[in-house]
Each structure stands twice: as C-alpha cells, then as structure tokens.
Nanobody, 124 residues
C-alpha cells in the first residue's frame, strides 16, 4: 500500500513557475514508476508527465514538453513536477500517481495509487 500526498499548488500569474511535490509513504517507493496527471473543470483527466523507478526515463505530454520537468528523489520518497512558463490553460487539479512497475505509462488506468490532488490556478 502506498499513500501519496501532493503539495505546492497555488495561484500564479501566466509566465510564472511552481514546483509540485508528491510525498509517498512506504519503503518500496523506489520500485514504483510515478506519474503526474491533471484535470481541469469540465474536462477529463489527462496525462502530464511520468518517470521510471530509477529516474533515468521520463515522458511528457506535448502540451507541457519543454516547460515542465519531472524528477524524483528516492531517498526522500518524493517526486516533483517543476512547472515553468505557466499558461492559463495549465489551470487544473494536479494528481500524482504510483504504478507497481519499473516503467512509466501515460495511461491513468495503469496506475495503482493516487493522491488527493493539488489545485494549480494560472491567471492571465
């Protein structure tokens, strides 16, 4: 069982930056691939970024590529999402998710555990 707690969301102006954190419980964090997803009001949840258990492999949605960076610190049981050059269309609730596999996936159905989400609002 893994529990995930996101933090770092908030209100920021367009062009600004935020760093989201996701703290995981459990001693097997390093064996999980991790992902970030988001859901805007009235829209379906969408993939943002993912990282393999080792951190060496990452993958991004086209909409955030070049602006967002996913990373992890297995010693701290934490995964991060650095978000730069934020746009109003990035406004959403951001969720982190853990997958009982070494490799990442862009499909939310492949993830086994989810956090409660953190709100990110980007004003124009």
């Amino acid at each position: 069982q893994v529990q995930l707690v996101e933090s770092g969301g908030g209100l920021v102006q367009a062009g600004g930056s935020l760093r989201l954190s996701c703290a995981a419980s459990g001693r097997t964090f390093s064996s999980y691939a991790m992902g970030w997803f988001r859901q805007a009001p009235g829209k379906e949840r969408e993939f943002v970024a993912a990282i393999s258990w080792s951190g060496y492999s990452t993958y991004y949605a086209d909409s955030v590529k070049g602006r967002f960076t996913i990373s992890r610190d297995n010693a701290k049981n934490t995964v991060y999402l650095q978000m730069n050059s934020l746009k109003p269309e990035d406004t959403a609730v951001y969720y982190c998710a853990a997958r009982r596999s070494a490799g990442w996936s862009w499909k939310d159905t492949k993830y086994d555990y989810w956090g409660q989400g953190t709100q990110v609002t980007v004003s124009s």
